[in-house]
DNA sequence: TCGGATAGGGAAAATTTTTTCCCTGTGTCA
DNA sequence: TGACACAGGGAAAAAATTTTCCCTATCCGA
């Protein structure tokens, strides 16, 4: 993948949660993957702001982390298949959880980021 | 901060709770704030291998965001506390699922890290 | 036969995050 | 007075992650 210069250290359960899913779009694969999106061509689409190779790699890293199944139908066109496995299932309550916080927390954010965006805005008017 | 060049998007809840809590750092010290390390020296004693500056960066976003509150007593030798808010209390929960899968997943992830470690082990012995 | 869909890898660039190093002050203790 | 504790910032380097670009291969339909 990429040899690390600065061991990591997996004390604490959130260090390993985070190297499993801490990646940029793997929390929102393993949602997309449980709610059905299986093909990468689909994922892709369904995340077309992420390059196409970050979303191999991490489905890679899923796999070797017995999150995601990659399934190969020997077809003619090659078709490729993610399940989630018993043990990524298992993630799911926690990421529902994560999901819900932030989006609870979504209004308030988004005002916060816009406030930082512009921060003088009274002169900035008329 | 650092001004981003690729905007993010935060459709789903998951980015939002990553943008807060998804530095290297900031939920480990989430729990100790929480466990009552207050003061900035003791949160770096009690993670040394991050950098200090790091740290402070990280409470500070944490403070913009409404988790943490940084009280500065009015003393002689300055003296600094963080504390958690409501809000801030609210995270526990989700940080504690997080802390806990992670938890239980650590010892086949150690497992699977040293073999990654060891690609070779056949040829290797004797 | 050409274009597009499928699936994916390698290399290098760009971006983001974290670290390192050096700097400011005040107060206490020896 | 010198050393160390406290708290923290700026700049630049290093590290890590993500993106971009280009490549392979097969099959289907026009």
Redesign the interface.
Known sequence: MYEKKIPK??E?????????I?GKWK??MV?LIHKGVRRPSELQRAVP?ASRRVLNLQLRELE???IVKRVIYPEAPPRVEYFLTEFGT??M???T??????????G???A??EKKQAPAPAAAMQ
Chains 1, 2 share one sequence.
């Open positions: 250290s997996f604490c359960g959130m260090a390993v949660l985070m190297e499993i801490g929390s929102y949602f702001s070797f982390h017995g298992s993630l309550p926690v990421v959880a994560m999901d819900n916080w932030g989006t609870g927390y979504l308030a954010f988004k916060l980021m």
